[in-house]
């Protein structure tokens, strides 16, 4: 049964979802985690053709199961970029061929109310895959990302989901991991280095978006 808090969001995903098929993204929305991976199997995945997948860092992601299911697809090479086992070299590697594969799938920090993708990378590799190289990208991303504007949505990453980041990574000194706050800093591990805008998917279509009914990831 739905909560008066579920029925609110219902209303705003399906804003969202018009907002960003208005950018010509591709957008569904889910009512939970379950149905993301339903939807991207049953309505996502049939329609494209992929014998290689790569991903970005998102715990959204990682939380609906999809990976799972791409790593048990005999038909799908699936390169794996963030192998603790690997070295640095060896996963910087493989982070430059996932910028080719057939699809890429991560989630985004912020989603503005008119339907836009807004990220902030310490790599690059993420946004990168977002931007160029795949031939198809799957983004999804929880409730809790969606924000009035590109302002606000700039303010929520860099002094929100960044900190956050910074502590969730054992080993980074920045300045925020001992405060929570940014204090846009010189860190050689500043992982706030680059900040690509999806204002729309070009070619339309090439982006597509799941908005789940949850508030998931940072
Ligand atoms: S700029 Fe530096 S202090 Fe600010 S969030 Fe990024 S890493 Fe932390």
């Known amino acids: 049964m739905p909560t008066t808090v579920d029925r609110f969001w219902q209303l705003r995903l399906e804003s969202c979802r018009k907002a960003l098929a208005s950018n010509r993204f591709e957008a569904f929305v889910a009512q939970d985690l379950h149905s993301a991976r339903r939807l991207f199997s049953e ?8 014998r290689s997948a790569s991903r970005g860092d998102s715990m959204t992601l990682l939380a609906t199961g999809i990976l799972d299911d791409l790593r048990q697809d005999a038909g799908v090479s699936f390169i794996e970029t963030f192998d603790r086992g690997a070295s640095r070299e060896t996963v910087m590697a493989r982070r430059r061929e996932a910028l080719l594969v057939d699809l890429f799938l991560t989630g985004s920090n912020a989603v503005t109310e008119a339907g836009q993708l807004v990220n902030l990378d310490m790599v690059g590799n993420r946004t990168g895959g977002i931007t160029f ?3 198809h990208v799957v983004i999804v991303v929880g409730r809790n990302k969606i ?9 929520r990453v860099k002094h ?16 925020c991991r001992k405060t929570g706050r940014c204090i846009d800093c010189n860190s ?3 992982i706030c280095n680059t900040w690509p ?7 339309p279509g090439r982006i597509k978006v799941i908005p789940v009914n949850a508030d998931l990831g940072l």
Request: no cysteine; net charge positive; hydrophobic share 35%.
């Open 43 to 50: 309505t996502i995945r049939p329609q494209l053709d992929v």
């Open 133 to 135: 190289g795949p031939r």
């Open 147 to 155: 924000v009035p504007d590109l302002a606000r949505a700039m303010e």
């Open 160 to 175: 929100y989901a960044a900190p956050l980041n910074a502590i969730r990574h054992e080993g980074w000194q920045t300045p």
């Open 188 to 190: 050689p591990h500043r």
């Open 197 to 203: 805008i999806a204002e729309k998917s070009y070619p």
